[in-house]
């Protein structure tokens, strides 16, 4: 296999979010969930940033046998989504350029179940099942 291009590999635990999109014209469907992945310490506190995450290859497996704050490794590739919310409508930066949010989102290919110990730092693969 040769080196892939934009991708990427996050370890942490899925948030509350999940949302299952059907397709009636395709048949297919859309898991979008997110993930929160340690960032750095603060006194005893983790800061924890938050990535939605979507699979359509995957979306049925993670709707069913996934579930918050199961620990999981997901590897995908980054995507930028930039949009203007409501409250940014109408107005523009320093440019006259319209203000939007940029938005990182994972397109994930491989989602595993993991089991990790937060005090070591080691993790390991567990039946996904």
């Given at each position: 296999?040769?080196i892939l291009t ?7 635990r899925?948030g509350?979010y999940?949302?299952m ?7 297919g469907?859309?898991c ?8 750095g310490?603060?006194?005893?506190n ?5 990535f939605?995450t979507?699979?359509r290859?995957?979306a ?7 579930k918050e ?8 590739r980054l995507i ?6 409501k409250?940014?409508e109408g ?8 203000l939007t949010?940029s938005q990182?989102k994972i397109?994930?290919?491989d ?5 990790y110990n937060e ?5 390991e693969?567990v039946?996904n099942?």
């Amino acid at each position: 296999m040769g080196i892939l291009t934009n991708s990427v590999s996050l370890l942490g635990r899925l948030g509350k979010y999940k949302e299952m999109k059907y397709f009636e014209t395709t048949g297919g469907c859309v898991c979008t969930i997110n993930i929160g992945v340690k960032t750095g310490e603060k006194w005893n506190n983790f800061f924890v940033d938050f990535f939605n995450t979507k699979t359509r290859n995957l979306a049925e497996e993670v709707g069913e046998y996934y579930k918050e704050n199961d620990w999981v490794q997901i590897k995908g590739r980054l995507i930028e989504n930039k949009y203007t919310p409501k409250h940014l409508e109408g107005q523009v930066d320093s440019n006259g350029n319209p203000l939007t949010v940029s938005q990182i989102k994972i397109v994930a290919f491989d989602i595993k179940r993991v089991r990790y110990n937060e005090e070591t730092e080691e993790w390991e693969y567990v039946n996904n099942k």
